[in-house]
């Protein structure tokens, strides 16, 4: 097994503090205390850096560092516009595509998924969730989407560490749900059904977009919630 290198210890441990909210949206990075804490030099911490921003978890600012990327009133808005369109489009693709050695880092991957609900971890679950749509995404095998994907997956993630709640009954159903349909997404991938995958992408987004509206919408945030659009077909342009 490959040892990890102290640049590429930090870039993940970055991402996660990220996607769980350990550093806050909107917040600036202070390169000196990362640097400590990484016992790294300044010049390959900014090389972390900005691999990051090209990744969507940071901004790079003149003169003010590394900003951890900030969810406004227009990040919200694109994000449950582009969600849908995203997700759908991807996972078709992914039937088309997918390898079988694809679908069984797939199936590994849900398996975390469903080991963590048993365990009530909420961080392993988000990032088993992150690390199951991140392979669809490659599966997808589209240089377009890939890189839209992860940043909408960021979002989603950090929005829903901020309302996430293992004592809510109703959030429990909406996940042990979730974990069905990824079982179903899993079966029309290895069956190579594309529409079949699509639908069952939309059918996941509503999922998560609902219980994420119930939270959201309390904060008079004019965000538009309503029906997601129909699935794209083959032809339509994106």
Known sequence: MQTKTRKSICA??????????GFAAGSYLDEAELAAHYQMSRPPLREVLNQLAGEGYVVLHKNRGAQVAPMTHKTLRNFFMAAPMIYAAVTRLAAEHATDAQIAQLKTAQAKFRTSIDTGDATERALANQQFHDIIGEMADNEYLMPSLRRL????????????????????????????????IIDAITRGDADAAGQLAIDHWDLSRAAIESFVTPTGMDIPLGP???????????
């Not at 989603?156 to 069905?180: E, K």
């Not at 997601?228 to 994106?238: E, I």
């Open 12 to 21: 993940d441990d970055l991402r996660r503090q990220i996607l769980t909210q």
């Open 153 to 184: 997956m960021i979002d989603h993630m950090r929005i829903g560490m901020s309302f996430y709640s293992p004592r809510n009954s109703a959030m429990a159903r909406q996940r042990d749900l979730a974990a069905d349909q990824h079982d179903q």
């Open 228 to 238: 997601a659009p129909t699935q794209p077909t083959a032809g339509d342009a994106p």
